[in-house]
């Protein structure tokens, strides 16, 4: 995609969500940690049901270990991969104990290190919780990148670093959310909705629907 087109596309999403932020509700980076080891193959909605009730019991690392393997499996079990999310999440807790005194590490190697974490999770992490100009790429941003052909790759770190290379540092920070929730509500898997789509026009997919 043409530079110039690259700056609009990301302008546009800009104007479209000028605040954009993870859909998944957590009140520090703890909270964000696990409700991202949680999310893997299930959905926000279910995430939040489960963690509103979580978080309400437990919300730091002793505590969630304090449940035991067995309570804190009563409070994830509508989630898929119940059984082996809890085992992540309590030897996680115990290794933020030992080794960063609770707190959720902002280096990317110890981020990456932690049980159920990789290297998207880190990038969720050192982007929502701290600001740093990372992009994970997912299901949704993996499709967005190819369709429109703003950073075309075959696999997802390939994505990954073509976002990195083309998106304008000014919209690094943010781009990681705009281009998630487009994929989620806009440019979906089996029929992109073209017609509410802000960027269809600069966009390399051949198969647009809807569009007037």
Known sequence: MD?????????????????PTTELRYRSPFELL????????????????????LFAVAHTPQALLDLGEEGL?????????????????????ALLLERHGGAVPRERENLEALPGVGRKTANVILNTAFG??????????????????????KTV?????????????????????????????????????CGACPIHDLCAYPNKTEVN
């Open 3 to 19: 530079p110039s087109h690259i700056q609009q596309l990301f302008t546009r999403l800009q104007a479209a969500q000028p605040k």
């Open 34 to 53: 696990i409700a991202v080891i949680l999310s893997a193959q299930s959905t926000d909605k279910k995430v939040n049901e489960a963690t509103a009730r």
């Open 73 to 93: 499996k009563r409070y994830i079990k509508t989630i898929g991969l119940y059984n082996t999310k809890a085992a992540h999440i309590r030897k996680t807790c």
């Open 132 to 153: 740093e100009p990372t992009i994970a790429v997912d299901t949704h941003i993996f499709r967005v990148a190819n369709r429109t052909g703003l950073a075309p790759g």
């Open 157 to 193: 770190h390939a994505v990954e670093q073509g976002l990195l290379a083309v998106t304008p540092d000014a919209f690094k920070v943010d781009a990681h959310h705009w281009l998630i929730l487009h994929g989620r509500y806009i440019c979906t898997a089996r029929k992109p909705r």
